[in-house]
């Protein structure tokens, strides 16, 4: 079956950029949507179609992905972004079509 | 405003059933697909259940086929998650979900409700 794998953490200062991965064999082929789920409260779309942002989402969230990585990328990195981020991917392919990755908790120092 | 509000859960014997529900507002309902998504304490996102508008395509997670039953009333603007067989392993905040009309992934997600699994 398909996985998503996600470094456990990533760690950054304020400021920086934070560059989340998601792998998975030939995920560029497959549209990829991040989720940002802050303590105690309900996961929040952030991206979707690989790059698309919702409405109300900053400008500095942006995503990427190409052969068998998919990236999250936090710039100008700021206190509130700490929280766990999700990719999630749909495999049409499959009976188990809704996938997640394990989550990356990101850190601000 | 989209709003989904689940409600349902508590606390149920290894062995034993709940029903969860979840109550939709703010959009047509029927017009959208609906997925069950649950989180263990201190665990990442695992992927429970999907249910297209009309009810005529179901998936389940391998881990809960044959023991969980997802359905919908559109006419009640409100879905369900019957879980019958419960395990400790069960034990998990569930979060009633909206697939978003243009893609694959969930644009609005309720405050979920907590199930314990326990003796």
């Known amino acids: 079956s398909y996985v998503l794998t996600q470094p456990p953490s990533v760690s950054v200062a304020p400021g920086q950029t934070a560059r989340i991965t998601c792998g998975g064999n030939?995920?560029?082929?497959?549209?990829v949507h991040w989720y940002q789920q802050k303590p105690g409260q309900a996961p929040v779309l952030v991206v979707y179609?690989?790059?698309d942002r919702p409405s109300g989402i900053p400008e500095r969230f942006s995503g990427s992905n190409s052969g068998n990585t998919a990236t999250l990328t936090i710039s100008r990195v700021e206190a509130g972004d700490e929280a766990d981020y999700y990719c999630?991917?749909?495999?049409?392919?499959?009976?188990?079509?809704?996938?997640f990755g394990g989550g990356t908790k990101l850190t601000v120092l | 405003e989209v709003q989904v509000v689940e409600s349902g859960g508590g606390l149920v014997q290894p062995g034993g059933s709940l029903r969860l529900s979840c109550a939709a507002s703010?959009?047509?309902?029927?017009?959208?697909?609906m997925m069950w998504v649950r989180q263990a304490p201190g665990k990442g996102l695992d992927w429970v259940s999907f249910?297209?508008?009309?009810?005529?395509?179901?998936h389940y997670a391998d881990s809960v086929r044959g023991r969980f039953t997802i359905s919908r009333d559109n006419a009640k603007n409100s879905l369900y998650l019957q879980m019958n067989s419960l395990r400790a392993e069960d034990t998990a905040l569930y979060y009633c979900?909206?697939?978003?009309?243009?893609?694959?992934?969930?644009?609005?997600w309720g405050q979920g409700t907590l199930v314990t699994v326990s003796s």
């Open positions: 979900a909206r697939v978003a009309a243009s893609g694959s992934y969930c644009d609005s």
């Open positions: 703010g959009f047509t309902f029927s017009n959208y697909e």
């Open positions: 179609d690989d790059r």
């Open positions: 999630q991917v749909w495999d049409g392919s499959s009976n188990h079509p809704v996938l």
């Open positions: 030939d995920i560029g082929s497959k549209s």
């Open positions: 249910i297209s508008g009309s009810a005529n395509t179901i």
